[in-house]
């Protein structure tokens, strides 16, 4: 890819990022002028202007991030040249929120505040095309969706995981504009899997912070049922969002509130923890039809892209990723009940019994082990060749390139913090992060390894007073 290298005394650069190509093209270097030029044609540039570069400057040349955020991922293009001449890629709106996206992750990675300074000049700029294509959303439906949800995405590469506010806020936005943009009657399956997607986003940031849920957060899906555009099949997803919205209340109310052993409401938030795992129990063995998916297990496959070499073959993208909701809720269920199990014994003696207390471990290992072996569906590591990926990528139900990613991220950092959930799996998980850290330069990511890695280091210096439950690998041949 190249060698580093360092250029001093030099108060201006110039790189000239062709979007079509998705990577850098050329590099060059002026006096008293910074200017960062995205290529949206043949013929004309966005232009950004920035005096008073640092004094010197490391660049590596390689390729720009925004070409690890599109190509290769499901249902998306392999080749960059596959792009030209389509519409929504070479629309402004497009253009300027991807140049946002490589600034961003160049600038993190490089750790140059010029370059993170550009790139929410550039955000500022696509809010603007992309408020433009609304004024036509059926026109530029695609380009709308597409831009909308790389913007989410940007928020993701430019603030680490306790970003909270900013995640949420505009997740509402996005919330706003599909229901008021999307054409739910005439194609009412990915109309309500637009909806249902961001209030299951929405639920990542109340979950994180400690927020309440906002209020008609289940508005436009009611209005989805009552309205008849909710197609049979995606109702286990709406069901599902039910039972992780009551999770997420919960455990607002949880965090803002001091339990006693032996009172009442100690006891009756566990009940109520129960009853939310034996819901998710409920909802995970009664799927069928396009809900189930195979576990494939092949010894060429790269151990660091592939955990234990293991798969899932899902129907599609989509339901793939709501397998992954459920792991998530019903995993910090189960570790929200054992926690108050030991905080609160007394009260948890008439609730909670061993046997129950066994369960949930299993449970527990059995959740974080599937996100594990998830990753493939929704993250193209950078050791898999297309050879690996037409062999286990799942098809259908994704577009947006990346856009997975920042779950799967918060899906990794969680099942490796769980409790009982062995060193591999912990190392493995914090590496994929890393990883992704390093290909997409995305800060929410990063902060989520730290976490992780802060949660190991605190966990072992209380391991000599501590006993953690391991319990064996618990893994169905198939589901």
Excluded at 246 to 262: E, G, H, K, V
Aim: charged share 20%; aromatic share 8%; glycine share 4%.
């Amino acid at each position: 890819m190249g060698t580093d290298r360092v250029i001093d005394h030099i108060d201006t650069r110039v790189l000239e990022i062709d979007s079509q190509a998705c990577k850098i093209t050329h590099t060059k270097y002026v006096e008293q002028d910074i200017r960062i030029c995205i290529n949206t044609n043949s013929s004309s540039f966005h232009r950004i202007h920035l005096t008073n570069v640092d004094k010197s400057f490391t660049y590596k040349k390689r390729k720009s991030p925004v070409f690890h955020y599109l190509l290769g991922y499901p249902d998306e293009v392999r080749n960059s040249s596959d792009l030209k001449g389509v519409q929504w890629f070479e629309h402004s709106a497009a253009q300027s929120t991807m140049a946002a996206l490589g600034l961003a992750a160049l600038g993190n990675l490089n750790d140059d505040k010029q370059l993170q300074h550009l790139s929410k000049t550039q955000y500022g700029e696509a809010l603007v095309r992309t408020n433009e294509a609304l004024q036509d959303p059926v026109k530029n439906l695609e380009t709308a969706i597409r831009t909308t949800v790389m913007l989410a995405l940007f928020q993701c590469v430019h603030t680490t995981h306790e970003s909270h506010e900013n995640a949420r806020v505009h997740i509402l936005g996005c919330m706003a504009l599909i229901k008021a943009a999307l054409p739910i009657r005439s194609a009412p399956a990915m109309g309500v899997r637009g909806v249902l997607q961001l209030c299951f986003s929405l639920l990542i940031p109340c979950l994180k912070s400690g927020a309440p849920m906002p209020p008609n957060f289940f508005d436009p899906i009611r209005y989805a049922i009552t309205s008849g555009f909710l197609p049979e099949d995606e109702r286990p997803a709406v069901a599902l969002i039910h039972t992780c919205a009551r999770f997420a209340s919960l455990n607002a109310a949880t965090r803002s509130t001091a339990y006693i052993d032996r009172h009442d409401a100690t006891a009756d938030v566990m009940q109520k923890l129960l009853s939310i795992d034996d819901e998710l129990d409920t909802w995970e063995t009664s799927q069928q039809g396009k809900w189930l998916y195979e576990i494939h297990t092949d010894s060429s496959l790269p151990p660091e892209a592939v955990f234990r070499q293991t798969y899932h073959r899902y129907s599609d993208v989509w339901t793939s990723r709501i397998w992954n909701h459920f792991r998530w809720a019903r995993l910090l269920t189960n570790q929200t009940l054992l926690g108050f199990v030991e905080r609160y014994p007394v009260s948890a003696a008439g609730v909670v019994s061993l046997a129950q207390q066994d369960r949930c471990h299993e449970t527990i290992r059995r959740m974080a082990l599937d996100v594990l072996t998830s990753v493939p569906t929704h993250y193209k590591h950078p050791r898999l060749t297309y050879r690996h990926l037409d062999a286990i990528q799942t098809h259908g139900g994704a577009g947006a390139g990346a856009v997975g990613i920042p779950h799967l991220m918060f899906h990794l950092q969680v099942a490796a913090c769980a409790p009982g959930v062995p060193l591999d799996m912990w190392t493995w998980a914090v590496d994929l992060m890393e990883t992704a850290w390093g290909e997409l330069g995305m800060l929410h990511a990063k902060s989520l390894a730290e976490l992780a890695r802060y949660h190991r280091a605190k966990l072992d210096e209380f391991m000599p007073k501590r006993i953690l439950k391991i319990e064996p690998d618990v893994y169905p041949a198939q589901r």
